[in-house]
């Protein structure tokens, strides 16, 4: 596959995960990602007068697919609160969705950036929250067309949001 192919296959993933997530069809997104998946949201330093800052990372969050699994297992049982009374929904836009590093063919950098709208479906005076950060893929090709992500790392934009029971990936 030529380099403007590879860039049109990632931008189908990319897009098609964010549809899959804001329509929480949590079994199909698994399915995106590799067995040894790795997942981080880090928050940067934002300080007043700074540029933000990712040198001294601080995680808020890791998982692997297989605490994906469990959570989204949990997510849908009884004792899955966040979800059935938060009621709300979400919508991603990606953009700026970029090849960073092109290794042996097979796995590829990839950086984008990320938006998402996050409203509670019940309460119309309480207000959106928006989300913002940047995304660094690795990505996996095998054969000729399938792809699968083998880790994100989101770098928030700030280092605080007004929300709350986040259930859901970046």
Do not use: C
């Amino acid at each position: 596959m030529n380099l403007q192919e590879l860039f049109y296959n990632i931008y189908n993933l990319e897009i098609m995960e964010a549809e899959l997530l804001d329509a929480e069809e949590y079994d199909k997104w698994l399915t995106l990602l590799d067995d040894d998946y790795e997942y981080y949201v880090m928050e940067g330093d934002n300080r007043q007068g700074k540029k933000l800052d990712f040198g001294n990372r601080k995680f808020l969050f890791s998982a692997d697919k297989n605490k994906w699994k469990l959570f989204i297992d949990r997510l849908f049982s009884s004792y899955g609160w966040s979800y059935q009374y938060a009621q709300t929904k979400t919508r991603r836009i990606i953009g700026n969705i970029r090849i960073v590093d092109l290794k042996d063919n097979n796995v590829v950098h990839v950086a984008s950036n990320v938006l998402v709208l996050r409203f509670n479906t019940e309460d119309i005076k309480e207000f959106p929250t928006l989300i913002s950060g940047k995304r660094e893929d690795t990505l996996r090709i095998y054969g000729d067309n399938e792809i699968k992500i083998v880790r994100r790392i989101v770098h928030l934009d700030s280092t605080s949001y007004p929300s709350y029971n986040l259930y859901f990936p970046l």
